[in-house]
Each structure stands twice: as structure tokens, then as C-alpha cells.
């Protein structure tokens, strides 16, 4: 019996404007109305997740920054965070810089960049959040406000994100950890961190079993997820990786792919209380 779902965002749940659609939205009502939890589970910051989660009614805490926090908006509850330190931080900023990449900090509210271009606001306009512009470089403005960081985010090319995906995992081989969420963004979080693992912690706290736990994602930063829950489910749009991990195979994004399994689940009674 699935008591918990989790779900990611882009390219899963949402639709390709990034938006949801009323399938889906219907699909995860009939599943929360069965006493099933909805955990949506992201790269994001509160700042995109939140309205997303207010129009769907969710009724578990989420998962953000790939899971360094677990927060419950309906009670305004931290369940477990954690953050790259400002040395480590920093140390990852001036090397990504120094190699020209483009770069955003997250300081826990909000996120920066050095100035608005094409990456700010193709991102933008995923998450429906505009970026606050600092005119200096990341690293500067980060020595001016010494302090930890919930992820940083590295966009380029798909080419140019491989190829600084595996130039900071050589400098930094610990401390935190380099995935991709989409060929060309690179998901920069504490060492440890990412889905499955807090998806598990979030579980327990929850008093869920591992094998009443299902979950849906895409992308190379889905994987962990998709492996840790009892019914891993990857898009046929997903990547590889992500193919390769799951359970089942679930239609893409575009055909309410998530609907669709969650639909096929309640059916055959097999999605009850948490």
C-alpha cells in the first residue's frame, strides 16, 4: 500500500510551461482524499514551491534545495536543514568563476546572481521567481555577507555543464555534492544531501515505511529518490540514469504522466492512509 508519494517538479509534475495541469492537480486531490501524503520534492527555493503547493492543497511538508531543508509552509516548521558552509561556498564559487561559468547563490531566502542575462531569465521563467542582481561578482558579494548557502546553481551548455560538473568534483571531493537536475544546470548541495536520502528522513519522521513510500522524477538528481522509495517511478522523458533506477516506467510530463500512475494506483486500491 503507498501511503507517501513524492514527486519533483520539472519536467514530472509540471507541464512544459512549467505549470500544473488539471489532471495532475486532480490526481494528487484523489490520492490526498484516500489519505496518501504528497511531498513535492525539488531543486527549487520556498519562494517557487510554495504556490505550487497551495494550489494542490499538499498535505505533507517538502522538500527543497534537493532536499538540504524539509519545511512544512501550512505550519511554518523546519523538520531538518542543512546548508554548504561559507569556506566551501566560497571555495566553489571562485573556481566556477575563475572558469567563466555563470553562477546563483542561495542564502536560504531569495537567490543572486551577478547580473541579469539569457541563464537569469530562462530560469525565471521555470520557477516564476526573478533573480535580485548584485552588479559584482557572486564570490564578492558573498565575502561582503559571510554565511552558509542552501545550494549554489551553475548553468551553461549541457557540454560546458559536464564539463564543470567533473572539474568540482576533482577540487572538492568533499564537502558537497555536483548533480544535473537538466542537462545544463548543476545542482550544487552540501556533501550527503539529495532526494532519497531526505525523502527517507522525512518518511521516518512521518512514521511511513520505505515500502509504502512512491516516487517520481526525471532527472540525474531524481535518481537517489527514485531509488530509495519502495516504488520508484521515472518519466519516459527522463534521463538515462534516472530509466535505468526506476520501477516503472510512467508516460512523460506532457501526458500528466504522474497522473496517470497515480489514477492506474488508486483503481486498484492500492494507495491508502497515511
Known amino acids: 500500500m503507498i501511503r507517501l508519494i513524492a514527486t519533483d517538479l520539472d519536467d514530472t509534475l509540471l507541464n512544459e510551461r512549467s505549470d500544473l495541469n488539471p489532471r495532475v492537480i486532480e490526481a494528487l486531490r484523489a490520492a490526498m482524499a484516500a489519505g496518501c501524503g504528497i511531498v513535492l520534492c525539488s531543486g527549487r527555493m520556498l519562494e517557487a514551491m510554495q504556490p505550487l503547493a497551495e494550489r494542490i492543497g499538499v498535505n ?63 530560469y525565471a521563467s521555470y520557477i516564476h521567481v526573478d533573480a535580485i542582481p548584485v552588479h559584482k561578482p557572486v564570490t564578492e558579494w558573498m565575502r561582503e555577507h559571510p554565511s552558509g548557502m542552501q545550494k549554489l546553481l551553475l548553468i551553461d551548455t549541457p557540454e560546458g555543464a559536464t564539463r564543470a560538473q567533473a572539474a568540482l568534483r576533482e577540487a572538492f571531493p568533499t564537502g558537497a555534492s555536483f548533480l544535473k537536475s537538466k542537462p545544463h544546470y548543476i545542482e550544487i548541495v552540501p556533501e550527503g544531501v539529495d532526494k532519497g536520502r531526505a525523502l527517507l528522513r522525512l518518511a521516518g519522521h512521518l512514521g511511513v515505511a520505505r515500502d509504502e513510500v512512491m516516487a517520481f522524477g526525471d532527472g540525474q538528481n531524481d535518481v537517489a529518490m527514485i531509488e530509495a522509495a519502495g516504488t520508484g517511478v521515472a518519466m519516459r522523458n527522463g534521463c538515462p540514469e534516472a530509466l535505468r533506477a526506476a520501477d516503472i516506467i510512467a508516460p512523460t510530463n506532457r501526458e500528466d504522466g504522474v497522473a496517470q500512475v497515480i489514477e492506474d494506483y488508486l483503481r486498484q486500491g492500492k494507495i491508502g492512509r497515511m
Do not use: K, W
Open 60 to 122: 505533507a511538508p517538502m522538500l527543497l534545495y534537493n532536499g538540504a531543508l524539509a519545511y512544512d509552509h501550512r505550519t511554518d516548521e523546519v523538520i531538518f536543514a542543512e546548508q554548504l558552509s561559507y569556506e566551501t561556498a566560497l571555495g566553489i564559487a571562485e573556481l566556477a568563476e575563475g572558469m567563466g561559468f555563470y553562477l546563483q547563490a542561495y542564502p536560504g531566502r531569495n537567490y543572486y546572481c551577478n547580473e541579469v542575462c539569457e541563464h537569469t531569465l530562462r
